[in-house]
């Protein structure tokens, strides 16, 4: 195996796309190193992407933010305005394994690792977020939701890196919350995780809203039925149940030891209604 | 494939050392640089046996390739006693009897002592959650948080 740390994206991207064997990006390596150690992949070369500046960024761009995809889960907690402006994606990246894990893992790995179950993956589709992708043809845009197309099977082309995302401006009084459910308190994948991400009027309704599942089914999922059913709300009763029917309504999920494909739609339901509560009361204070 | 040629800073000492790519920095430690404090538990991130900070940063040296630890500056169990002077996570560990195989210990240690430097005065809950990383098949848990909490008191002079 070959170990390549170039410090532009240019460089790693020629090294990747002119690799005849297995090429894999490295980051964090909480996924990769864990695969390589147990014979699931054998790269012929690794390309380590932390030495790439723009990667390991998080600027202010266009009223939002610009987040390196190789920025760390402890690095997003740290951040000045990030924790505040986006506490929804934060918490949803800090679940992500332990305090070791958190110096080391990363977004754009939880994303291009492609398991159903990434817990930062809703929170970035409930965002509305756009990754740039940086490839042998230049530069390209796509939305979170489009990247991750199958259990390990994503959009990216050979060669072709995530090396940001872009967290959209939004107006005042808008929030956002993730929530995932996992047997235990930390340390565990998610059984159903789900984001929501929201914007009231000086009323209280809600004028903006993006729903998005993780876990219940081949891809993480954005529900816009669900969006639907809290757009012009106050998220009352009958709104919050609406919500629940559509969160429930998308859910395609496995049967597996974590849990049955009754209890995963249920809980779907119940997390797209809890985490839209808490969007809610955060974005009163936004 | 040639070697690496990997120089680094640890424990305050410069060091180099020959490393193959896919080495991790827990094998380069033990096996390249005999410091066999670190210890590996499971090799996949679950345990924290391994743990070590680099650059100021606890992570799993298992989670890390050796040539990543090129011109980085890491910390290990080994540098956590002044000489024979013990750290005072070290002495309350051994006064609450919070280790019994000892295997977990140096991963225990190192990332309370992450913890201590960031929240000097850390609630029950939050050095529950930190730790959740570091497994211990003995000792139940219970001693390592409290020898933690009053490390944490008797470094704050309370
Ligand atoms: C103990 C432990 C607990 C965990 N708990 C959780 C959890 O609770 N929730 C969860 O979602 N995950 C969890 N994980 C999985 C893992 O930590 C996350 O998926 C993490 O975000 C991966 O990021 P990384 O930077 O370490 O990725 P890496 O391992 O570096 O990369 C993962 C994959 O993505 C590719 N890749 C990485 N970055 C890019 C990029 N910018 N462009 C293109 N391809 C790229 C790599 O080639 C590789 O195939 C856990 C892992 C461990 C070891
Ligand atoms: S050996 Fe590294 S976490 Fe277990
Ligand atoms: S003392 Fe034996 S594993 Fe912790």
Request: hydrophobic share 45%; net charge neutral.
């Amino acid at each position: 195996m070959r170990y390549e740390a170039p410090d532009t994206i240019d460089a790693a991207v020629k090294l990747l796309a002119g690799e005849a064997g297995l090429a894999r990006v490295l980051a964090g390596g909480t996924d990769l190193l864990v695969q390589m150690r147990s014979d699931v992949v054998s790269p012929d070369l690794v390309v380590d992407i932390k030495k790439i500046s723009e990667l390991r960024q998080v600027k202010e761009e266009a009223g939002g933010f610009r987040v390196g995809a190789a920025v760390t889960g402890a690095e997003l907690k740290e951040h000045a305005k990030l924790p505040k402006a986006w506490p929804g994606l934060v918490e949803a990246a800090n679940l992500i394994g332990s305090t070791q894990v958190q110096g080391r893992a990363t977004m754009g790995g939880n994303l291009c690792n492609g398991s159903p179950a990434a817990d930062s993956v809703p929170g970035l589709i409930a965002a509305g977020a756009t990754a740039t992708l940086v490839g042998p043809n230049g530069r390209r845009d796509l939305k979170v939701e489009d990247i991750m197309l199958a259990p390990r099977k994503l959009a990216l082309t050979k060669g072709e890196i995530v090396a940001s995302f872009l967290l959209p401006a939004r107006p005042a009084r808008s929030s956002d919350a993730y929530l995932r459910f996992i047997p235990r308190t930390e340390m565990d994948i998610a059984v159903v995780g789900c984001g929501v991400s929201l914007t009231l009027d000086p009323s209280g309704t809600c004028t903006a809203a993006r729903v998005s599942l993780g876990a219940v089914a081949a891809r993480p999922l954005l529900v816009e039925d669900a969006a639907k059913a809290i757009i012009g709300t106050k998220l009352n009763h009958a709104a919050l149940a609406k919500l629940e029917a559509a969160a429930r309504a998308a859910c395609k999920p496995i049967d597996d030891k974590r849990g049955t494909v009754e209890f995963r739609i249920d809980v779907a339901g119940v997390l797209a209604r809890r985490a839209a509560l808490i969007a809610q009361e955060r974005a009163r204070k936004a | 494939m040639a070697k690496h040629h990997v120089s680094a800073t640890v424990n305050g000492d410069a060091v180099e050392f020959l490393c193959e790519s896919e080495q991790t920095l827990l094998d380069c430690l033990r096996d390249e640089l005999d410091l066999t404090g670190a210890k590996e538990g499971c090799s996949s991130g679950d345990c924290g046996a391994c743990s070590v900070m680099v650059d100021g940063r606890l992570v799993c040296s298992c989670l890390v390739l050796g040539v990543e630890a090129s011109g980085k500056s890491i910390e290990t169990i080994e540098g956590l006693s002044d000489g024979e002077k013990l750290h005072p996570l070290q002495q309350k560990f051994l006064e609450h009897a919070a280790l019994q195989c000892g295997i977990c210990t140096p991963g225990f240690l190192v990332a309370s002592k992450a913890l201590l430097e960031k929240h000097p005065n850390p609630t029950e809950t939050e050095i529950r959650y930190w730790l959740a990383g570091n497994l211990c098949r003995c000792t139940g848990y219970d001693k390592i948080i409290r020898a933690v909490i009053d490390a944490a008191a008797e470094m704050r002079g309370a």
